[in-house]
């Protein structure tokens, strides 16, 4: 059974950083697309960042390009995001999401989900 399990999230002020993880488990880690996905209160959920099984191809929404970087590390069968800058806009419940292909940008792409972590950016 595969389970994602994302931690990190809080509270923090503007301006701020913050390093999510999301832990897998029963999930051949090493061969799986990575992905971070957001959800805003009223909003739809979004692509945020995917990165392949080697770490080495990244593929960033264009939104999300310089504040946001994802890593990898397959020893650890974790996936990480860093969000620098943080601004109010941020706030939103971000999800971990894998997949046994490349990287996609789409929900429906994606197999296996976490539970999503909360983070709350105060202004």
């Known amino acids: 059974q595969v389970r994602l399990v994302e931690s990190g999230g809080g509270l923090v002020q503007a301006g701020g950083t913050l390093r999510l993880s999301c832990a897998a488990s029963?999930?051949?880690?090493?061969?799986?697309?990575m992905a971070w996905f957001r959800q805003a209160p009223g909003k739809e959920r979004e692509f945020v960042v995917a990165?392949?099984?080697?770490?080495?191809?990244?593929h960033y929404a264009d939104s999300m390009k310089g504040r946001f970087t994802i890593s990898r590390d397959n020893a650890k069968n974790t996936v990480y995001l860093q969000v620098n800058s943080l601004k109010p806009e941020d706030t939103a419940v971000y999800y971990c999401?894998?997949?046994?292909?490349?990287?996609?940008?789409?929900?429906?792409?994606?197999?296996?989900w976490g539970q999503g972590t909360q983070v709350t950016v105060s202004s």
């Open positions: 029963g999930l051949s880690f090493s061969i799986a697309t």
């Open positions: 999401a894998s997949r046994y292909n490349f990287i996609a940008t789409r929900q429906e792409d994606y197999a296996y």
């Open positions: 990165i392949n099984w080697s770490g080495d191809n990244t």
